[in-house]
């Protein structure tokens, strides 16, 4: 019997030392195995065929793994406010899922205007919860790209005028989506500042613009550990950003080690030479239709499918750069869909709600409260109009590639309705905008309403004179010249006659409320009739609760702009400079506009403080139910050295009678320098909550690289020596409280 299980014994053994010395562990499909082993690993088993396969869409928004090497595919989705729903294999469609229907959070604009980074971590997370639950390895957003111009469609995708503003609030995002184990995909790398002529844009910008305005927050990202980035479909100096030598190859994986993978913009990539060597590592969307041509499917024909795999089989290239590419789309896929890391994510939870309307309600900014008309009382008993097309209108749909098909909306009439306790709440519409069908097979809501503008207004108006209150709730929306992909905005003033028929309704109930629904700066000429403005964004499922809980003073308003509202078009600095500057002057021989960034490092507040124009709203303003008070500052140090700091301290006191957030911002100006610098420049920010009565100190620590400007001829940053001064104040068109200091 012992004989007999001693030969079964060795003949285990041996079996087991047969399979183990024929098959070596397979360390790419060991989660705790280091990751570049895991890349090595799986890299050194794929055939060339199979490398290619893997650095080109296969369907409109997934590229395919190694099946047999058990690498999964890698699926791709918009956006960066919500989960885009499910589409057919090739097509913009929806496929009419029952179970993709997500939780729309708000725009980025508007998280940008909490000022919160804490915020923007939530935010980042329970999206990448949304995302990782429906199986989604890279998420297609947040989007940085610096609000040059008002007229810019996509501006409300984007987190303002300020590169470090959008740099702090960025980044957490960006962590929160990436600990469920989705890829962020920051987007559009670079200079894509203007939906007109998008694809055809090449952007002129100085080096020093480049660096201090345009980059930054695309570089904060990538320090803090970005896992891929999207081409943008532009130009700059003649080569598309998509395969851009210097932006790509140089910069990013150059100067700053980015080791994940840049995807092209859908229809980004135009050229075979320059993807293989500009580092473009995953191209999608080109301009396939789709499965109908010759080949297996039209896939094959990207630029980086037979034609590169051509290349190589004929010699004409290595393949160094297609395995450094393959490195990328590899760390990609062990960083998500061969991560253990992000759980299973979870979806419509009641926390991604509250999410939503936390965010939404902490962005929305006050911007003025005449007569302390807000907050008004649920307990009133008073009759309430609700005036405007926006107070019904659906947000989440339109707008481009952002749009979502969600669970819910809950729309600002309703949202005012629900909490508008024993005050009656009627309803005019007053104006009407235009009638849009379905967006990518995803219902269009039917307002439509066959009475005519005058019949609209002169409703409104009747109602208005019997009412205690008006809450006008209009703005922008997500139509073609609105806010929406693809098109720019022909001016800022409010579209459907909306000028006239606030000035209308003031004339005979002077108790307005204004609620701007929109993601862009937008004029108003009847800011002296209307006694209450606030600025509320595009806020998603839970935008009607977010603007009640305002409203009626559930929450105490403390958003700030992140972006200026100028009084009109000709006060920015992308109109001041002719066509050349914005939109750009159309070359004789081709479809390419040259587009000149004359205004330089004088992009929002920079300009208007540098060259006095006073804004109607300046950049970092907001107002709050309560009031504060700013104590002197004080200093650690009246000079340092280049390597040294300075401290200054700033006491705030609540000085009105209900809680508040209030954020103070720290400005820094060079007195003198030998280039052209902004009259102030945002180094730092703290948002502080303040019971009534209660004062805290707020610091902010200067280092060099806080004083320093890009040098163009040197190539790098200077800090030259001289006096500087700090400013903390609540807005940059606000004195605040300063201290000048030397840099030795
Ligand atoms: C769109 C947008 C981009 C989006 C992509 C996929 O054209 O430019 O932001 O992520 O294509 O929809």
């Not at 006095?612 to 009031?627: A, Q, R």
């Not at 945002?682 to 707020?698: D, M, Q, R, Y």
Request: proline share 6%; hydrophobic share 40%; net charge negative.
């Amino acid at each position: 019997m012992i004989l007999r299980n001693l030969i079964l014994a060795a003949g285990c053994l041996a079996a087991v030392s047969a399979v183990t010395a024929k098959e070596p562990s397979r360390v790419y499909l060991d989660p705790e195995a280091p990751l570049e082993q895991r890349v090595e690993d799986a890299l050194s088993r794929m055939t060339t065929e199979e490398k290619i396969a893997v650095i080109h869409a296969q369907s409109k928004f997934s590229s395919r793994g190694v099946p047999r090497l058990g690498i999964p595919d890698v699926w791709t989705s918009d956006g960066p406010h919500g989960v885009r729903p499910e589409v057919f294999w090739d097509d913009w469609n929806q496929a009419g899922f029952t179970n993709d229907s997500c939780v729309a959070f708000p725009a980025l604009t508007a998280l940008a205007a909490t000022w919160d980074p804490a915020l923007s971590l939530l935010y980042g997370n329970v999206i990448g919860e949304e995302a990782r639950y429906r199986g989604k390895d890279i998420l297609l957003g947040p989007g940085v790209n610096i609000y040059r111009t008002p007229l810019n469609g996509r501006n409300f995708e984007y987190m303002g005028e300020d590169p470090y503003l959008a740099s702090v609030m960025v980044v957490p995002y960006i962590n929160g989506v990436q600990q469920n184990g989705v890829a962020a995909c920051l987007k559009h790398y670079a200079l894509n500042n203007n939906e007109i002529n998008r694809h055809t844009s090449n952007v002129h910008v100085s080096d020093r613009a480049l660096r201090e305005i345009y980059l930054p927050a695309f570089k904060a990202a990538v320090d803090s550990g970005l896992w891929t980035i999207m081409g943008a479909y532009n130009l700059y100096q003649d080569e598309h950003l998509c395969h851009n030598k210097r932006t790509l190859n140089d910069i990013l994986k150059g100067e700053w080690g980015f080791d994940g993978a840049v995807v092209s913009d859908w229809g980004g990539c135009h050229d075979t030479p320059q993807a293989i060597a500009n580092g473009l590592d995953m191209e999608f969307g080109s301009w396939t239709n789709g499965l109908t041509s010759g080949l297996a499917n039209a896939y094959d024909n990207y630029y980086l499918a037979q034609p590169y795999l051509k290349l190589i089989k004929e010699g004409k290239v290595g393949t160094a750069e297609l395995d450094d590419k393959v490195r990328r789309v590899l760390r990609t896929i062990f960083r998500t869909a061969m991560s253990p890391v992000g759980g299973y994510g979870s979806f419509l939870s009641p926390e991604h709600y509250e999410a939503a309307r936390r965010i939404g309600s902490d962005a929305i900014v006050l911007l003025q409260n005449n007569g302390s008309l807000l907050p008004l009382d649920s307990a009133a008993g008073k009759k309430i109009l609700v005036v405007g097309e926006n107070a019904i209108k659906m947000m989440t749909v339109g707008g481009g590639s952002s749009q979502l098909k969600v669970q819910r909306e809950v729309s600002p009439l309703d949202g005012i309705r629900a909490a508008a306790g024993n005050n009656a709440v009627a309803y005019a519409r007053g104006y009407k905008s235009e009638v849009r069908g379905d967006q990518d097979g995803l219902p269009a809501q039917d307002i439509s309403d066959p009475r005519s503008d005058k019949e609209l207004a002169d409703e409104a108006v009747a109602m208005a004179r019997d009412v205690d209150v008006v809450i006008f709730v209009g703005g922008l929306n997500k139509n073609p010249h609105n806010d929406c992909e693809d098109s720019d905005r022909p001016d800022i003033t409010l579209p459907y006659g909306q000028d006239s028929l606030i000035a209308e309704i003031a004339k005979v109930n002077p108790n307005i409320v204004m609620v701007n629904i929109s993601g862009n700066a937008v004029a108003m000429p009847w800011i002296k009739e209307v006694p209450a403005v606030m600025q509320a964004w595009y806020l998603g499922s839970e935008a009607g609760n977010s603007i009640a809980d305002i409203i009626f003073g559930k929450v105490n308003p403390s958003g700030r702009l992140p972006f200026t509202f100028p009084v009109r078009l000709a006060d920015t600095p992308a109109a001041a400079f002719g066509e050349k500057a914005y939109p750009g002057i159309k070359r004789e021989d081709s479809d390419i506009y040259d587009i000149d960034y004359t205004e330089g490092v004088l992009v929002g507040y920079r300009w208007y403080g540098t060259k006095k124009i006073k804004p109607l709203f300046p950049f970092g303003y907001g107002l709050s139910y309560t009031t504060f008070e700013y104590g002197p500052m004080t200093a650690s140090a009246k000079e340092m050295d280049a390597d040294g700091e300075i401290t200054f301290t700033i006491p705030v006191t609540n000085t009105g009678s209900r809680e508040g957030a209030e954020t103070v911002q720290f400005y820094v100006s060079d007195q003198k320098a030998s280039v052209e610098r902004p009259a102030k420049e945002l180094k730092g920010f703290e948002k502080i909550v303040l019971a009534p009565g209660e004062t805290k100190t707020v610091t902010f620590t200067v280092r060099k690289p806080d004083l320093s400007f890009y040098d163009e001829a040197k190539a790098a940053w200077v800090a030259e020596p001289g006096r500087f001064t700090v400013t903390a104040a609540p807005s940059a068109g606000a004195k605040g409280r300063s201290a000048t200091f030397t840099l030795k």
